[in-house]
Nanobody
């Protein structure tokens, strides 16, 4: 099973920025859609952002204008730049990969990382 390895989470204050990174050692996801989901305590996993191999992006309404997703197909990485963080952004963030197109449906993504915790204090 291919691995997705996230990094960059941490504890920050409201208004701060974080950059999450995801690498895919041992496998190239060149034509896959890559993205990020998050899950807060006692809540369902929700789509945050996605990017196709051609660079088409999609964002959840709650993060539009604050988060930016990017990918490097040569390095097999996908990043999530998070600015203007809010306590509501506190969650475990998961890197995902999907052989199809952009979708907010978590079951469409058949590769998931272990997750990285992001905590935003007020």
């Amino acid at each position: 099973q291919a691995k997705l390895v996230e990094s960059g989470g941490g504890l920050v204050q409201t208004g701060d920025s974080l950059r999450l990174s995801c690498r895919t050692p041992g496998r190239k996801f060149g034509t896959y859609t890559l993205g990020w989901f998050r899950q807060a305590s006692d809540k369902r996993r929700e789509f945050v952002a996605g990017i196709t191999w051609r660079g088409l992006t999609s964002y959840a309404d709650s993060v539009k204008g604050r988060f930016t997703i990017s990918r490097d197909n040569d390095k097999n990485t996908v990043d999530l730049q998070m600015n203007g963080l809010k306590p509501a952004d506190t969650a475990v963030y998961y890197c995902v990969a999907n052989p199809g197109g952009l979708t907010v449906v978590p079951t469409a993504y058949n590769y998931w990382g272990q997750g990285t915790q992001v905590t935003v204090s007020s």
